[in-house]
């Protein structure tokens, strides 16, 4: 069965971008200067730890509309901490895209958008949360 292997994240300001996922989650970036385009490779953790790396690609078009509908898949992270997570985001200027809910039985689940527009899941296991 197919599973997601790789994620990319499409930045207008890659800079920016990158100083947001390096401050809230504590991934790493490098160039990587064989593309053709401007790519940088995403490490999100160890190898050895559950969970895929990714890229970020400069957005060859526009940011998507505040508002508008998700037309893509939306990767969403696992965190210890959904409120020290959303706090930290929205301090290096993330948004709320949908406020925090219960997913009953599963844990708390927020989207916000990142800096550049795009929409990021964020859950935290608790399986008491109603």
């Known amino acids: 069965m ?4 790789h ?6 300001e890659p800079a ?6 390096e401050t809230v989650f504590g991934w790493s970036f490098k160039k990587w200067d064989a593309a053709a385009w401007e790519y940088w490779v995403i490490s999100t953790g160890p190898a050895n730890a559950p969970g895929i790396d990714g890229g970020l690609i400069k957005r060859m078009g ?19 901490a959904l409120d020290a997570t959303l706090a930290a985001a929205l301090a290096a ?4 895209a949908l406020t925090k809910m219960p ?3 599963v844990g708390w ?16 296991n608790d399986p008491g949360a109603k």
Do not use: K, W
Request: charged share 10%; proline share 12%; net charge negative.
């Open 2 to 5: 197919p599973r997601p292997i």
């Open 7 to 12: 994620f990319e994240i499409h930045a207008a």
């Open 16 to 21: 920016r971008a990158i100083a947001f996922y």
């Open 62 to 80: 526009p940011a998507p509309a505040v508002g508008q509908p998700v037309n893509a898949f939306v990767c969403t992270l696992g965190v210890d």
């Open 93 to 96: 200027g993330a948004s709320i």
């Open 103 to 105: 997913v009953p039985g």
């Open 109 to 124: 689940l927020a989207y916000i958008h990142d800096p550049e527009g795009n929409i990021l899941g964020l859950m935290q």
